[in-house]
């Protein structure tokens, strides 16, 4: 398959504030042969209450432009454009993520879309608003145009905006529309802008199909055709509520949204790329957790043989 090329994922952690730490992981990175890096925004600590810290920015960005790599961006995860009152900054930061993505060079900038129940508000269900499909309409077109000027602004910045399937919860399982994939689809066709796609991520994908009872091949080519950005990891299938964090407590019962390399879990990998086109024009990024940076070298291999073993199943049919 032709791509725009493999990375792996940094967090936002002290690694990504520092620069010198920062330098030393891409320089790793590169080493490694992977062509791409994203970037979590929220770790630069470029934006403040909406605003760009111009003079920090420019310290990231001659650092990211003194390497051999490509960029995509991951907007802060705490922006919510379906927040309850005023969203003024919400708009702001996520514009002026925008902004920053195109400052560092960066082709993509993932999106967690909007949320009727902010993650934080998950362990007090007295503060949850009752939506009527009238209510959660209302905010689906607001997004659609936020999203349509922030396309806009992309395309003039030549940085897509790809909105991502998101994880589901035991504990508030519609928190969000986009947990189901086919509802996110239906979003990014209203939406209807040539910068504006999706990002499969195929750890929420498998969560979703196994919590839901979804058909994981329907839900997949249902979104394959609005698809330029791919997150790669791995888990068990098996949803958990939003308090369950430790990944080390977590792991010997499978539980959870767990990010671990590609081939650790059961997602049937070979029946997912399988549905990939042979030209696929974005990148390919291994979203595996810190833990697991000690397999960042074998992550490439772990892709070809889920590949080969999709190309021999089809031979074999």
């Known amino acids: 398959m032709n791509t725009r090329g493999m990375g792996v994922s940094l967090p936002p952690n002290d690694t990504m504030g520092n620069l010198e730490k920062l330098k030393n992981k891409l320089i790793k990175i590169e080493e490694l042969g992977f062509e791409a890096v994203e970037l979590s925004l929220h770790g630069m600590d470029v934006i403040r209450n909406g605003v760009i810290d111009h003079q920090r920015l420019e310290k990231y960005r001659s650092l990211l432009s003194s390497f051999n790599l490509r960029y995509t961006t991951h907007a802060p995860y705490s922006i919510n454009l379906f927040r309850q009152g005023d969203t003024s900054i919400e708009q702001a930061s996520l514009t002026a993520s925008l ?20 993650e934080e508000e998950f362990l007090y269900p007295h503060t949850w608003l009752d939506y ?36 589901p919860y035991l504990d508030c399982p519609y928190y969000c529309y986009a947990v ?14 040539p910068f504006i796609g999706i990002t499969l991520d195929i750890g929420h994908l498998y969560l979703s199909h196994k919590m839901f009872g979804l058909d994981l091949i329907t839900e997949l080519r249902r979104m394959m055709p609005h698809v330029i950005h791919l997150h790669m990891h791995d888990n068990y299938g098996k949803a958990c509520f939003s308090s369950e964090k430790n990944q080390y407590e977590l792991a010997p019962i499978g539980r959870g949204d767990m990010h671990m390399p590609i081939g650790d879990g059961e997602i049937p990998l070979g029946d997912i790329f399988k549905e990939l086109p042979a030209e696929f024009n974005g990148y390919l990024i291994h979203e595996v957790r810190e833990r697991y940076e000690s397999e960042w070298s074998g992550l490439r291999l772990r892709y070809e043989r889920a590949i080969q073993q999709e190309q021999n199943m089809h031979w074999r049919g």
Not at 104 to 118: C, D, F, K, N
Request: charged letters at 20%; hydrophobic letters at 40%; aromatic letters at 2%.
């Open 132 to 167: 009527t499909q009238e209510n959660k309409q209302e905010l689906l077109v607001e997004e659609q145009s936020i999203m349509r000027k922030l396309g806009q602004l992309g395309q003039q910045l030549n940085v897509r905006i790809a909105l991502e399937n998101m994880r």
């Open 99 to 118: 902004e920053v993505s195109g400052a560092v060079g960066a082709e993509t900038m993932v999106y967690h879309v909007g949320r009727y129940i902010g």
């Open 180 to 193: 189901i994939p086919g509802s996110l689809v239906e979003q990014v066709e209203a939406i209807n802008h």
